[in-house]
């Protein structure tokens, strides 16, 4: 039919490594509706979704993809139960440890993005190390967002330009979104081009909020750890068959 009407649009089906997104988001959602259909408690679907973690970023990274920024523990998700949250904390620990020999092995750069002073010390110095450790490593720049919200992200940019306002160093009229760029945790890296939820929620739930401003978003009704490498080239196509004209025509 497509024929009537001229050259029919020809769908791509591979990944074009060309045309990768430079930076993806993943809000990692639906471990704990994962644990419960298969009546297992809930930490079990935070552990099967540290191990999702892993391979998806071998993929992105093996693909060549830059950046990614994963959705670890919002400033929102301390009102879950204690428990929960100490678990979530201890796999973010041997996360960050196991990362040295396995991710790094890899070539992956980790950061943490996020406040840290709520964090406990032991993390807070155990996320210096893995940065230190990783980050003369060339592969995959991957962000873990712990104690991550868009909206205290931003507060904290507009702090520090008061800061310099008061200083004298910058006037009111000159500040521009490159500043607030620049406040943020990811400054000096792409805005993220790809935003991918998993769990069949469709919001943002406090993520990225200035980063996402031109971000394609896909949604996929998978659990975060159902979610597959073979999952991600999909997003990824898709992306890439996708128009953006960012305003234009
Ligand atoms: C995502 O899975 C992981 C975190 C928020 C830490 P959830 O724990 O939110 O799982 P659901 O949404 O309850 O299924
Ligand atoms: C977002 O998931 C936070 C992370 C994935 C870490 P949530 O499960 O906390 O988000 P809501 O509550 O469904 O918005
Ligand atoms: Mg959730």
Redesign the pocket.
């Known amino acids: 039919m497509a024929g009537l009407f001229g050259r029919k649009k020809i769908e791509k089906r591979e990944v074009d490594l060309n045309n990768l997104p430079q930076h993806i988001g993943f809000?990692?959602?639906?471990n704990?509706r994962w644990a419960k259909k298969r009546g297992l408690p809930r930490s079990a679907g935070h552990k099967a979704g540290a191990e999702s973690l892993k391979k998806i970023i071998t993929e992105a990274n093996n693909m060549g993809v830059k950046y990614a920024t994963v959705?670890?523990?919002?400033t929102?998700?301390w009102s879950r139960p204690k428990e929960e949250v100490d678990y979530l904390m201890g796999l973010l620990m041997d996360y960050l440890v196991n990362a040295e020999k396995t991710l790094a092995g890899e070539n992956v750069v980790i950061r943490a993005i996020g406040s840290r002073k709520e964090l406990s010390e032991e993390m807070q110095r155990q996320i210096i190390k893995t940065e230190n450790f990783t980050k003369n490593n060339t592969g995959i720049i991957m962000n873990i967002?712990v104690n991550?919200g868009g909206r205290e992200e931003l507060v904290n940019a507009a702090r520090q330009i008061a800061e310099k306002v008061k200083n004298g160093e910058k006037n009111i009229e000159d500040i521009t979104a490159e500043d607030i760029g620049n406040g943020l945790y990811t400054a000096n890296q792409p805005d993220v081009d790809l935003l991918i939820r998993t769990?069949g929620?469709m919001?943002l739930?406090?993520?990225m909020l200035w980063q996402v401003s031109y971000a394609e978003m896909w949604f996929t009704d998978k659990l975060?750890p159902d979610f597959k490498p073979a999952d991600l080239r999909k997003a990824i196509i898709d992306f890439q068959n996708r128009g953006r004209r960012f305003g234009g025509i």
């Open positions: 809000i990692m959602d639906g704990g959705y670890a523990f919002s929102e998700n967002a991550y769990s929620e919001r739930s406090n993520f975060w």
